[in-house]
Every structure is written in structure tokens, then in C-alpha cells.
Nanobody, 124 residues
């Protein structure tokens, strides 16, 4: 499965962006999907995740209430709606797919496939 992330860009504080991640070369059926981000000089960190059934979503505390993850299983895609963006949201955002258990859904090790990343820059 190949994942392609898109939608990044340069925005100002308070703006919104919608990231998308599409799968090719395979199916995301059954997979949980996650978004992670990595800022310059920092480790990759968890942002949000959604189970295949869509009834369970997970968020990092730093984005809860501002970001929303969703998926379209028919279209084999996942999206991340980012509102009220802050300069500290600046990072390369990666989508990922896997079968993480509860204890690993917020960790990179819980995911098998990764997209190439899309860059988000929020200016102050």
C-alpha cells in the first residue's frame, strides 16, 4: 500500500488547512489511520488517529478541539481538518496506516505504511 499525503501549505495564524491522504496499490480495509508530524529538530509526534470503523478517534492534547480526523472508506482516504492553526503546528505531516492496538495507536511503531509527508507552515 502506498500513501500519498497532500494539502499542506503556508498559512497564517488562525487559518485552516485540510490535509488528505489517499491510498494506492492496495486497500485500507480494516486499517487504522493516523496522522503524525515532525517539526524541524524535533521527533515525530502523534497528531490524530481513526479506527476503520470510524467510531473511535484519538487526538493529541495539543490539537484536540482544533483538528478533526475523518476517513472515507469507499474512497480509501483519510483527511485531517486543521483549524485555528498556530505557529507551533508548523511541521511536516505524515499519514500512516496500520493495525495498532490501544497502547500503540499514538506511537509510530503501531503503523506499517507511511506517506511521504506534506509540509505545513504557519506564520505568526
Amino acid at each position: 500500500v502506498q500513501l500519498q499525503a497532500s494539502g499542506g501549505g503556508l498559512v497564517q495564524t488562525g487559518d485552516s488547512l485540510r490535509l488528505s491522504c489517499a491510498a494506492s496499490g492496495g486497500t485500507l480495509s480494516g486499517y487504522s489511520m493516523g496522522w503524525f508530524r515532525q517539526a524541524p529538530g524535533k521527533e515525530r509526534e502523534f497528531v490524530a488517529a481513526i479506527r476503520w470503523s470510524m467510531n473511535t478517534k484519538y487526538y493529541a492534547e495539543s490539537v484536540r478541539g482544533r483538528f478533526a480526523i475523518s476517513r472515507d472508506n469507499a474512497k480509501e482516504s483519510v483527511e485531517l481538518q486543521m483549524n485555528s492553526l498556530k505557529p507551533e503546528d508548523t511541521a511536516v505531516y505524515y499519514c500512516a496506516a496500520g493495525f495498532p492496538i490501544v497502547s500503540t495507536i499514538r506511537t509510530a511503531s503501531g503503523y506499517r505504511y507511511w506517506g511521504q509527508g506534506t509540509e505545513v507552515t504557519v506564520s505568526s
